[in-house]
């Protein structure tokens, strides 16, 4: 025979306490279904399980590093409007270009303008900077990746 578990439910005032928030926020989390509860009359019962998925789920939210902000505000589906003018996002755009090539291989000229085409229109400009931030190296038409570049944390 199967142990039965209790499950521990709370009320939308008892949440709200809880958390310590207001409990109409509380109310209307429920009513959108962000936080999942069973109506029962006019109250609310919330599962402790889902209160802690709930808490999880925003907890994660809140964990963008900067590489993803810059990355989601640059990049529109897929590709890039435009270089930020700020080094240090211009350099996280330029590693998330560096990451299409592999390490272990050379490029021609026109293998890289290709693969930065696909995100951005300016190929040359973004070349140029892989040379500057000494992310590659060049020899005549011949591109590799500098092995002993290390991407920013």
């Known amino acids: 025979m199967k142990?039965?578990?209790?499950?521990?439910?709370?009320?939308?005032?008892e949440l709200a306490e809880k958390l310590q928030m207001n409990i109409q926020v509380v109310a209307r989390k429920l009513q959108s279904g962000e936080i999942e509860?069973?109506?029962l009359g006019k109250?609310?019962?919330?599962?402790?399980?889902?209160?802690?998925?709930?808490?999880?789920?925003?907890?994660?939210?809140?964990?963008?590093?900067?590489?993803?902000?810059?990355?989601?505000?640059?990049?529109?589906?897929?590709?890039?409007?435009?270089?930020p003018a700020q080094r240090k996002k211009r350099i996280y755009i330029l590693e998330f270009f560096l990451q299409q090539f592999d390490q272990l291989r050379t490029y021609t000229?026109?293998?890289?303008?290709?693969?930065?085409q696909k995100y951005f229109e300016d190929y040359c400009t973004v070349r140029r900077e892989f040379?500057?931030?000494?992310?590659?190296?060049?020899?005549g038409n011949i591109y590799r990746r500098n092995s002993s570049y290390r991407l920013t944390p």
């Open 131 to 139: 040379i500057g931030e000494k992310m590659m190296f060049r020899k």
């Open 109 to 116: 000229e026109a293998e890289i303008n290709a693969t930065i």
């Open 37 to 39: 509860g069973y109506k």
């Open 43 to 83: 109250d609310w019962r919330i599962e402790e399980g889902a209160i802690q998925a709930w808490l999880e789920k925003i907890s994660n939210q809140h964990r963008v590093t900067p590489r993803d902000k810059v990355l989601a505000t640059y990049l529109k589906d897929g590709r890039l409007t435009h270089l």
């Open 3 to 13: 142990e039965f578990k209790a499950m521990t439910f709370y009320t939308t005032a």
